[in-house]
């Protein structure tokens, strides 16, 4: 079973516009939670993280939320802009999780489309 | 460009045969970790060392999967008599102990004919 989802096999904003990529997870044992993006023929890079012990991170245009008591979290991108077009992914990650010391577990992702 | 590293980009090869891939993580790096990626899927993970010690392995990692870390540098992952469905994206993510950023490579796409 997948214990971190990903819905949205994609998503089309216009350039300019707020971007939301969302996330649920399972596993109440994930402490950390990751978003990275990937460009064709490039392995993913990493964008920007939360812990669970906070409901918010923000990194210039890139703000993460965290709803714990949901388990959801999303990825705003505002503005979005033409070169933000790529696939994100969602991941997690547990201090304890079967003898686990920090192994990532992803989403199937979202393709992100922005337009001019 | 001292990011992490992995060699071949690409590799093509017969049902059957046998492949190893490489991984140079950022140097100061001591974690490495292996993931596979199919077609539509996010990153699976493989196995990981902490420095030259493998300390787990996904149950994905069968009995003709071997990975290496012999000097707590690179890495080499071995297929042995590789299957169609081996055909994928195997990559290679490095980081710090204590941190849970992992830093990826580009990977090596395998297809298996």
């Known amino acids: 079973d997948q214990q971190v989802k990903q819905n949205s096999p994609s998503l089309s904003v216009q350039e300019g516009r707020i971007s939301i990529l969302n996330c649920d997870y399972t596993n109440s044992m994930f402490d950390y939670f990751l978003w990275y993006k990937k460009y064709p023929a490039e392995g993913p890079t990493f964008l920007i993280s939360?812990?669970?012990?906070?409901d918010k991170n923000e990194d210039g245009r890139f703000t993460v939320f965290l709803n714990k008591s949901a388990k959801h979290l999303s990825l705003h991108i505002v503005p979005s802009q033409p070169g933000d077009s790529a696939v994100y992914f969602c991941a997690a990650s547990a201090s304890q999780y079967g003898g686990s010391q920090g192994n990532l577990i992803f989403g199937k992702g979202t393709k992100l489309s922005v337009k001019p | 460009d001292t990011g992490v590293s992995q060699d071949p980009r690409h590799k093509i090869t017969k049902r059957g045969q046998n492949v190893t891939f490489r991984c140079d993580p950022i140097s100061e790096h001591n974690r490495l970790y292996w993931y596979r990626q199919t077609l539509g899927q996010g990153p699976e993970f493989l196995t990981y060392f902490q420095n030259e010690a493998q300390l787990e392995k996904s149950r994905l990692l069968s009995d003709r999967f071997s990975a290496e870390r012999p000097k707590g540098s690179f890495s080499t992952l071995e297929i042995q008599r590789t299957e169609q469905g081996d055909s994928a994206m195997y990559l290679c993510a490095s980081s710090l102990t204590g941190s849970k950023i992992q830093y990826f490579g580009a990977g090596t796409r395998l297809s298996v004919l």
């Open positions: 939360i812990s669970s012990i906070k």
